[in-house]
């Protein structure tokens, strides 16, 4: 089993900036891609930022937000700069088990979760 905490989630107000960590535990971690996923009040979770098992490979849905990982210390990050309401949801990581280029963007293709971190932006 591989373990996933995020942390570093909030209340702050638009415009701001807020990263995100999960760390990850229990399995080797760059045997894993990693993705941020966020659920919305209401919404389907949804996609928001990948990255590959050695960094060298990135997709995102949101141009505001950019991820990167240090294997070395077993985490992924989420920084997410001029924050808007709408933003306002649970911010979750997820882990696939994959050392390929290609970035899944659908909930089904990821095997680990963490529990999620409220980011809450006020206007």
């Known amino acids: 089993q591989l373990q996933l905490m995020e942390s570093g989630g909030g209340l702050v107000q638009a415009g701001d900036s807020l990263r995100l960590s999960c760390a990850a535990s229990g399995r080797t971690f760059s045997n894993f891609a990693m993705g941020w996923f966020r659920q919305r009040p209401g919404k389907e979770r949804e996609f928001v930022a990948g990255i590959s098992w050695n960094g060298e490979s990135t997709y995102f849905a949101e141009g505001r937000f950019t991820i990167s990982r240090d294997n070395g210390e077993n985490t992924v990050y989420l920084q997410m700069n001029n924050l808007k309401p709408e933003d306002t949801a649970v911010y979750y990581c997820?882990?696939?088990?994959?050392?390929?280029?290609?970035?899944?963007?659908?909930?089904?293709?990821?095997?680990?979760w963490g529990l999620g971190t409220q980011v809450t932006v006020s206007s």
């Open positions: 997820a882990a696939e088990r994959t050392r390929t280029k290609y970035i899944a963007t659908m909930t089904s293709a990821y095997e680990y």
